[in-house]
């Protein structure tokens, strides 16, 4: 409060001075569309992708490279889109205010935060890896075990777990209540509401607004499944081609054009030393065959997100590919019975292929519609997600190599 005191006092004071005369603007909420997103006669933001030209396949956006993609979430207003974007990099919305949702989903992290399993609240390890939120618009499960339906509801997960965010609705609806520049800009994101004051349900909807934002559909992969052959190198395309194959078999569950089908599967992917076997989906569905069944993740921007799997188990691609080669079920500790996905088989790939199969999912990268990280919070608290973290000082070479 003090700090906004003196910049707005400043801003009297030195109305020619460039950081306070940016600040009297800054929240101001956009009333225009991110990019890819067209504004609407009725004042909503609606997605357009090239992929809107092609056929959908049972509406569920399976099949080749030129498919339909899966229904999505989108018609929210720029304004709700912009607020959601202020509060996810808002650590105001932990208990003690050092902890952001971008903290563990960092624009630099490709929307993860570069560890094995996420550190939450006083650097408590949370159980599994921060998912990436590229293209979350299109997905109808949340979390490694799908215990989410909608974006809604996942926000309650980390805002209210004592290991993450640790804060209460109460605490939370107290803090930004007591922020006036929080208090107009909700007034302006939801001018039609009468009641006083924020409520919760404007800022778990807020967040969804900004995450369906979040799309990343224009990578070198995605120009070729256009028809632009040379975005591809033929390595890469060879790569895609083994991806497909049904030795390999990638894409029956990494399925283009997300590189998910968003189904659940028994991979039978090993914890790291010293973890206990995680059970993942059996919990959510009641089902022991699903035990130790996760949602199959996208594979979009996957070079920006090691280390993999639930729980970070591998550093990087060329592991991960390994593992899918090392024969089905050879990961799966002694004595546990697991009903494997009949798509996990042997493929007996060589190095070669393998190398492919890793050039090919570099191509999946594209963050050209990053959000911005605002540069001031109406909390007056430094913005979350600058900073780069990393589980060892080898991955963090080597991703600075990539880069
Ligand atoms: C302490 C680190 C941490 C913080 C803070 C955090 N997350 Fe996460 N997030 C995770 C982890 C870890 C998972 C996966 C948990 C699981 O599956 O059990 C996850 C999962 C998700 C998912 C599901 C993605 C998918 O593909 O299933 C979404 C969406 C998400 N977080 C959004 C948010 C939002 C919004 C906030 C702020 C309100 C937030 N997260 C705060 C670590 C964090
Ligand atoms: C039967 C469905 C299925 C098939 C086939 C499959 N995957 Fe997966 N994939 C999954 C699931 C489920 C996970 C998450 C497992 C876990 O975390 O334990 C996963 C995880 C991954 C990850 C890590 C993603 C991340 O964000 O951590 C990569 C990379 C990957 N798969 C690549 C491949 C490649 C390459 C192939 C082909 C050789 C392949 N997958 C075949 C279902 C599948």
């Known amino acids: 409060m003090i700090a906004r005191a003196i910049i707005l006092a400043a801003a009297l004071l030195f109305p020619w001075h460039g950081i306070a005369a940016a600040d009297a603007t800054t929240f101001v909420l956009r009333d225009n569309c991110p990019p890819s997103f067209e504004k609407t006669d009725t004042g909503i933001c609606q997605l357009r992708t090239?992929?809107?030209?092609?056929?959908?396949?049972?509406?569920?956006?399976?099949?080749?490279?030129?498919?339909?993609?899966?229904a999505h979430r989108d018609g929210f207003t720029p304004e709700q889109i912009d607020l959601g974007r202020y509060l996810f990099f808002d650590p105001v919305l932990s208990g003690d205010g050092s902890i952001a949702c971008a903290s563990c989903h960092s624009p630099q992290q490709g929307f993860s935060d570069g560890l094995p399993r996420s550190k939450g609240m006083a650097g408590r390890e949370v159980a599994r890896a921060a998912p990436t939120l590229w293209n979350t618009a299109f997905l109808n499960k949340f979390f490694w075990?799908?215990?989410?339906?909608t974006l809604e509801d996942q926000a309650v997960g980390p805002l209210f777990d004592p290991d993450e965010m640790d804060n209460t609705p109460q605490r939370l609806l107290d803090s930004l209540n007591a922020i006036p520049a929080y208090q107009a800009m909700f007034r302006q994101a939801f001018p039609a509401r009468e009641e006083e004051g924020i409520a919760l349900d404007q800022v778990y909807l807020a967040l969804a607004a900004f995450q369906t934002s979040l799309i990343s559909l224009?990578?070198?992969?995605?120009?070729?499944?256009?028809?632009?052959?040379?975005?591809l190198s033929e390595q890469e395309v060879e790569g895609l081609n083994i991806f497909r194959s049904f030795v390999a078999r990638c894409a029956e569950c990494h399925t283009p054009p997300l590189f998910t089908n968003q189904q659940i599967a028994v991979i039978g992917a090993p914890e790291p030393d010293g973890l206990p076997l995680d059970v993942g989906a059996q919990i959510t569905y009641g089902a022991p065959e699903l035990k130790a069944g996760f949602k199959v993740p996208t594979l979009r921007n996957i070079v920006q997100t090691a280390p993999y799997m639930h729980s970070g188990k591998f550093d990087n691609l060329h592991?991960?590919?390994?593992?899918?080669?090392?024969?089905?079920?050879?990961a799966v500790p002694q004595g546990v019975d697991l009903h494997l996905h009949w798509h996990i088989s042997s493929p007996n790939l060589t190095e070669y292929e393998l190398a492919r199969l890793v050039d090919f999912l570099g191509t999946l990268t594209d963050e050209s519609l990053t959000p911005e990280v605002p540069l001031q919070l109406p909390s007056g608290l430094a913005p979350a997600g600058n900073t780069i973290q990393s589980h060892t000082a080898k991955t963090k070479t080597t991703s600075g190599d990539a880069s």
């Open 218 to 231: 224009n990578s070198r992969y995605d120009r070729y499944a256009h028809g632009y052959h040379a975005a």
């Open 319 to 330: 592991q991960v590919a390994e593992f899918y080669n090392g024969g089905r079920g050879h």
């Open 50 to 70: 090239l992929y809107d030209f092609y056929d959908s396949v049972q509406g569920a956006g399976l099949g080749g490279t030129q498919t339909a993609l899966p």
């Open 145 to 149: 075990d799908a215990r989410a339906t």
